[in-house]
């Protein structure tokens, strides 16, 4: 197994474990469903880096099917099921500075997984900020940097139950 589908298992046991949060509402939060988009924008040296992205989306109660997209990137399914889909998109070197991604159907969970990789030497450490939406709304943002040379995958974990929340690992 590669590191990339080992982040990718790493990333769907912290996106089960989001949904199972003993919370008193997880009863409530189960039945929540929402198209998620998330806009990235990438720092001003952003041809200097190439990405890695995975991107899952979790149903609590089921429901996804094999005809599942994440629109505005072209991505590879790689576990496709009701309840989980992962899917796995390069953008090498990265071809603008604003990215968007969004869910062709309404989810409880999304996940984005980036491994930036520098693609000259010497290049400054890329920053990212990511945007959620549910709904056209602005719910949560997160500035991440990626430092050269360091492939060290950063997860962030979406929860539609608690849209001003996002779980970082």
Known sequence: MNKFNQLLVIASILLFSACGKDTPDVEDSKSVKKV????MTFGSNYPSYGTNFGL?????????NSNFRFE?????????????????????PISSSS?????????????????A???T???TPLTATYEFYIDGKK????????????YAAKVLIFNVSNPSELIEN
């Open 117 to 119: 990789t520098n693609l």
């Open 99 to 115: 990215q968007s991604i969004k869910t062709s159907t309404p989810v409880s969970i999304f996940s984005i997984t980036t491994i």
């Open 56 to 64: 899952q989306v979790a149903s609590i109660d089921g429901g996804l």
């Open 36 to 39: 998620v988009e998330v806009k």
């Open 139 to 150: 719910t949560v943002e997160k500035s991440l940097i990626f430092q050269p040379n360091d």
């Open 121 to 123: 030497e010497n290049t």
């Open 72 to 92: 505005g990137i072209t991505s590879t399914p790689s576990i496709v099921d009701d309840a989980s889909i992962i899917h796995q998109a390069e953008m090498s």
